[in-house]
């Protein structure tokens, strides 16, 4: 068979992206103060401290992991539940085909992106400062940022819904808030819910290591092991927030698999 | 039971929908709308409960201005005016029976609807509703289970809860396939004969209109252009009709057949 040839596509633009690409990561690199040599001794380094940690953990120090890792499970219970109570109602004002008020849902909208941009971390670092450390300051840094993420998720639902349901209501002379409650909470209620469950989902880990800026739980357990160079504790420590974040996953995916 | 004064409709975008509308439906009637695709026959039917506003001109039904109610009077212009959709429209994620009681809305204060407190005469009604249209035996089920022509059942049966005076029908039976197209429609001949609820339909197959309707009206380009009553007209006379209104012969998927 006779062979087909295709002119060469000029590669110009490519290779200058490899070429800018390239000289981003060297010239960081430098910045950073990365070294070849550094790094090697570094890896050395943590796997001696990963064998402290992981070879002979301190199992008799377990007990004492439980009361902090489930304050950390009720941090984020209690931090979840909050943001998406206040989640609903916003995302409901912030969808546009709802209220179609856009004096209302339009700055909603860039406060709810705000709120997204902020990580948890900052969040807690921010209420430990005003509040104190403990529990209190990492279950409201939980609850603003699972606000954040849920609201988005849920005005972005409201606005994909079927509208001739909504229609239908109207038409047989519903208020809104009968539209709310009869043609859109049905529609959204199973999203809703899975949004609530995964923003659970990210808080447990969120909440793992919020303790570490103060903000309560495992995190500030974590902390004072490693200011002590418990690192046989630290393993601990790890390995039983690592299973206890797996099954907590595991749970709640499965659980939201079936809901949409 | 419903007027259309001068009534003109320009969409926000420009399109002018319909021209210089002058329309009396007496009460009981059942009239059928029809035209191209386009012609403005939706627009027609959802200025009748507001869904749109007129932009100019009035619409008034059951003695009310329509085209001037706003918040609470509309509502009660509206739950007297029950309105059936191609996509049939009812809540799939809801049981039958609450799609049915959500026809009741409007009666009641809104904490009790909220809270889903339905008293026991509504649910009666709502029973009876579900009986009219014989799906009785579905009450507990979810909608999304049903088939097409169970759902726009249910829909009437919402839209008979409702008590209402008129019955508006934007091509009810354009998703379904010709034997529950003839139960729907059949359904909705029924309600009109026995309530005397007023019915507006718009129909795609001409001889539904034929056979369903006491009178025919035609748009053409937002105009009407045909408006007949179906007593003592004859079949090939329709017909030749209805190339007026269409501006072409009849296309073969216009006609339901055998209906
Ligand atoms: N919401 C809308 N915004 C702008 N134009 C519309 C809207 N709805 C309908 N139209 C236009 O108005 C005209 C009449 O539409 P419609 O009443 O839906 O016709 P029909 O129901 O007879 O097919 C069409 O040209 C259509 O494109
Ligand atoms: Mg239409």
Known sequence: MEQIVVPKKHNLRRNLTILLVAALIIGSARFAGFSIVGTLSGILRGGRLLGRMFLSPAWSYAPRVVDPLVETIRMSVVGTFIGALVAFPVAVLAAENFIRKPLISRPLRFILNIFRTIPAMVLASLFVAVFGTGAFSGVLALAIFTFGLISKLTFESIEAIDYGQVEALMSLGANQINVLRYAIVPQILPQFLSYTLYGFEVNVRAAAVLGYVGAGGIGQVFEQNLSFRRFDRVGVIIILTFFVVLAIDFVSSAIRRRLV | ?259
């Open chain 2, 1 to 259: 039971m419903i007027r259309f004064t001068d009534v003109s409709k320009v969409y926000p975008n420009g399109v002018r929908a319909l021209t210089d509308i002058n329309l009396t439906v007496e009460e009981g009637e059942f009239l059928a709308i029809i035209g191209l695709s386009g012609a403005g026959k939706s627009t027609l039917l959802r200025l009748i409960n507001r869904l749109i506003d007129t932009t100019s001109g009035a619409v008034e039904v059951d003695g009310m201005m329509v085209n001037r109610a706003t918040g609470r009077q509309l509502r009660e212009a509206r739950r007297k005016i029950g309105m059936i959709f191609q996509g049939f429209n009812i809540v799939k994620r809801m049981s039958v029976l609450s799609n049915v009681l959500s026809g009741r809305v409007a009666y009641h204060p809104t904490w009790r609807t909220v809270l889903g407190l339905f008293p026991e005469p509504d649910k009666q009604i709502a029973y009876r509703a579900l009986q009219r249209v014989d799906i009785l035996e579905k009450v507990h089920a979810r909608a999304s289970e049903l088939s097409g022509g169970q759902q726009q059942r249910v829909a009437i049966a919402r839209a008979l809860a409702q008590e209402p005076r008129v019955m508006l029908a934007d091509e009810p039976v354009a998703s379904l396939d010709p034997i529950t197209t003839v139960q729907v429609m059949d359904y909705l001949r029924q309600i009109n004969v026995e309530d005397g609820i007023t019915t507006v339909a718009n129909l795609h197959h001409v001889d539904l209109a034929l056979k369903y309707a006491t009178r025919v009206v035609g748009i053409r380009a937002g105009r009407i252009v045909y408006d007949v009553p179906i007593k003592g007209l004859d079949r090939p006379q329709f017909f030749r009709d209805m190339e007026q209104v269409y501006g072409r012969p009849i296309h073969h998927d216009e006609v339901l057949g055998e209906a």
